[in-house]
C-alpha cells in the first residue's frame, strides 16, 4: 500500500452513535448473534438520523495515535488470520489496525444465515514491527478492511477492495494496481467554512457461498449532517464492479451534496508540466473526466493541475454517466516501474434510474507532489437535500482498464498546447478512432470550436498518418480573461465524428 493510500482519510473523521445491539463495544464471546436483514441498516440509519450527532468516543492509545506513516506501514494483518481462512471461499477478508490517521474504530460484523456476528479483535492478528505491540487482553478494534480474491491467479487471493478512511474506499480489477479512490459522500467540498467528511461508522459482511462470484457489503454512514445505509454487491474480476444502493437521512439541510465521489490524483503530464523537474514524462492516476450526458452526448476533459483552485459544473439532467478515466495504457509514457500508472483502473459512475437534475462537478486542487489526491468529482443534485426525509439513489461502479465512454465516434487521445506569438495559446488535439480512420484524406472533415472568451483563429484539421486518426489544431486569443473554456469537436457536414473535447485555459 502506497503513502498516498492512507494520506486520503487524514482529515477528521465523524462520529459513531451508540445503536444499543450494534453499538461498537465489547460483547460475551458465547454471542449468538443478532437478526439481521436487508433492511436492517435502513432502519438503524433512519434511526440515527433522529438524534443529535455525537463525536466519536473509543479512545486510542498514544503510542498508536502518534505513529509516523512508516511505523504505521510496519502493522501488517497476518494473512493467516483471515476471515474464512480455512473455509475455501471465494473471498477472504483481512483487517487494518487503528494507528496514525485512522484513529476511529469501526464495527465490523459478519452475516450468516440471517444473524450478525461481531468480528473479534486481538493484538495477535498483527505483527507491528517495531511499535511495541498492545496487551494481549486489549479490544482496540478495527479501522477498516480489505477483501480478497482470486482475479489473478488460481491458487492466491488478491486484495480487490478497501474501506478505510472516512467514507473512502477503492477497488481494482485483474492486472490492476490500486489508484484512485471512491467516497460515499461528500458534503461542503470546496466550501469556505471546510467540507464535512462523512464516515462509514459500522460494516456488515455477509459470508459467501462455496459458488459466490460477488459478497455483499452493508455500511452505516454518520456525520453532523446525515446519517446513510449503504448495500454494495462487489463482483471482482476483468472488470471489478460495485452495484451500490444509497438511502440517505439527513438530520439538516444540505446545499452541497456529492454522490457518487471520486478522488483522483493529476500532478503533471508532456502538455502540463511547467516547473517540473522529474524524470517521468507524466505522473497522474487519471488523465481525464469523462461524462455521458442525458441527451447522448459525448465529453472528454482532460484534467490539470492549475495555478489555483479551479471548480468547473456541467449541468445535466437524468445523466448517463461520468467518471475519471487513465486513457493511455502505455508504460514509455510514465517510465515508472513502481508506482505503474498505466496499471491504474478507470472508475466509471452509471446512476440507475431517475437522477433528475443537477451536474456534475470537478475541482481541480494545485498540487505540489504527487502524494496528495487533488482532483475531485460527484454529482451534486439541483435541488438541495431536505432534513427528515429519505433520499434513495441507485448506481454501478465499474473499476475497469475499459474506456467506458466510448462509441463508434473518435476519442480525443492527445492535447498538447504551447505559447504562439502576441500572447496566444497553440492547441493541437489528436483524435483516433473508426469514425476518422475509414475517412479518405480530403475528406471534408471541420473542427467545431468554441471559447466562452476571447477569439478561436486559424481552426485546421487534417489526418495524420502516424497515428491512423486526425489532427485539430486551433489559436485562442485570450484577450484579457483569465480563465476561458474551450470545446471543440471533429464534424462533417451536419454528422459529429468524435465525442466533445472540454478544457478550461488558465494562465501558466
Known amino acids: 500500500m502506497q503513502r498516498r493510500e492512507f494520506l486520503v482519510g487524514s482529515i477528521g473523521l465523524a462520529a459513531w452513535a451508540g445503536l444499543g445491539a450494534w ?7 458465547t454471542d449468538e448473534g443478532t437478526p439481521f436483514d436487508g433492511s436492517t441498516v435502513r432502519q438503524l440509519a433512519r434511526q440515527l438520523s433522529q438524534s443529535p450527532y ?10 498508536l495515535k502518534k505513529l509516523s506513516y512508516d511505523a504505521y506501514r510496519a502493522i501488517r494483518f497476518r494473512p493467516q488470520n483471515a476471515l474464512w481462512r480455512e473455509a475455501d471461499l471465494p473471498f477472504q477478508v483481512q483487517f487494518f489496525h487503528r494507528g496514525f490517521i485512522f484513529t476511529d474504530r469501526v464495527a465490523i460484523y459478519e452475516v450468516d444465515q440471517g444473524r450478525a456476528r461481531p468480528v473479534r479483535y486481538s493484538p495477535s492478528q498483527f505483527s507491528f514491527g517495531e511499535t511495541t505491540p498492545p496487551k494481549p487482553d486489549a479490544d482496540l478494534g478495527y479501522a477498516g478492511f480489505r477483501l480478497h480474491a482470486k482475479i489473478n491467479r488460481p491458487d492466491y487471493y488478491d486484495e480487490v477492495a478497501v474501506f478505510l478512511g472516512a467514507s473512502y474506499f477503492r477497488a481494482v480489477a485483474k492486472g490492476q494496481v490500486f489508484g484512485l479512490s471512491a467516497r460515499g459522500l461528500s458534503i461542503g ?6 467540507e464535512e467528511f462523512p464516515a462509514f461508522r459500522s460494516f456488515w459482511i455477509e459470508r459467501p457461498s462455496a459458488q459466490a462470484r460477488s459478497i455483499v457489503v452493508y455500511a452505516l454512514l ?7 445505509a449503504y448495500r454494495f454487491t462487489i463482483r471482482p474480476g476483468d472488470e471489478t464492479v460495485m452495484d451500490t444502493e444509497v438511502a440517505l437521512y439527513p438530520r439538516a439541510k444540505i446545499d452541497q451534496a456529492g454522490l457518487g465521489t471520486l478522488t483522483s490524483m493529476f500532478f503533471f503530464d508532456a502538455q502540463d508540466r511547467a516547473g517540473i523537474d522529474d524524470f517521468r514524462p507524466a505522473v497522474h492516476d487519471s488523465s481525464g473526466l469523462a461524462i455521458h450526458t442525458g441527451s447522448g452526448e459525448r465529453l472528454w476533459r482532460p484534467l490539470s493541475n492549475p495555478r489555483d483552485l479551479q471548480v468547473s459544473g456541467f449541468a445535466d439532467a437524468n445523466v448517463r454517466g461520468f467518471g475519471l478515466v487513465q486513457r493511455n495504457r502505455d508504460f514509455r509514457v510514465y517510465q515508472d516501474l513502481e508506482a505503474r500508472y498505466e496499471q ?12 433528475g437534475e443537477g451536474e456534475v462537478q470537478l475541482y481541480e486542487i494545485p498540487a505540489h507532489n504527487e502524494y496528495n489526491d487533488n482532483i475531485v468529482v460527484f454529482w451534486h443534485p439541483k435541488e438541495p437535500f431536505q432534513a427528515k426525509r429519505e433520499y434513495i439513489y441507485t448506481y454501478r461502479l465499474h473499476w475497469t482498464n475499459r474506456d467506458p465512454n466510448v462509441d463508434d465516434r473518435a476519442t480525443f487521445a492527445r492535447t498538447r498546447q504551447g505559447a504562439g506569438h502576441d500572447g496566444r495559446r497553440l492547441f493541437v488535439l489528436e483524435a483516433v478512432g473508426e469514425a476518422l480512420k475509414k475517412l479518405p484524406p480530403d475528406a471534408e472533415v471541420r473542427g467545431d470550436v468554441g471559447a466562452s472568451a476571447g477569439k478561436i483563429l486559424h481552426v485546421v484539421t487534417q489526418p495524420n498518418p502516424h497515428t491512423g486518426g486526425w489532427r485539430l489544431s486551433f489559436f485562442l486569443d485570450p484577450e484579457k480573461a483569465t480563465a476561458v473554456d474551450l470545446h471543440a469537436r471533429f464534424v462533417r457536414g451536419q454528422e459529429a465524428l468524435s465525442e466533445t473535447w472540454i478544457f478550461r485555459w488558465t494562465p501558466p
Open 23 to 29: 453499538a461498537a463495544e465489547k460483547r460475551p464471546e
Open 54 to 63: 455525537k463525536g466519536p468516543n473509543d479512545p486510542l492509545p498514544d503510542e
Open 189 to 194: 467540498t470546496g466550501n469556505s467554512k471546510g
Open 222 to 228: 454518520d456525520s453532523a449532517s446525515t446519517a446513510a
Open 344 to 355: 491504474r483502473p478507470n472508475a466509471w459512475v452509471e446512476p440507475i434510474g431517475d437522477w
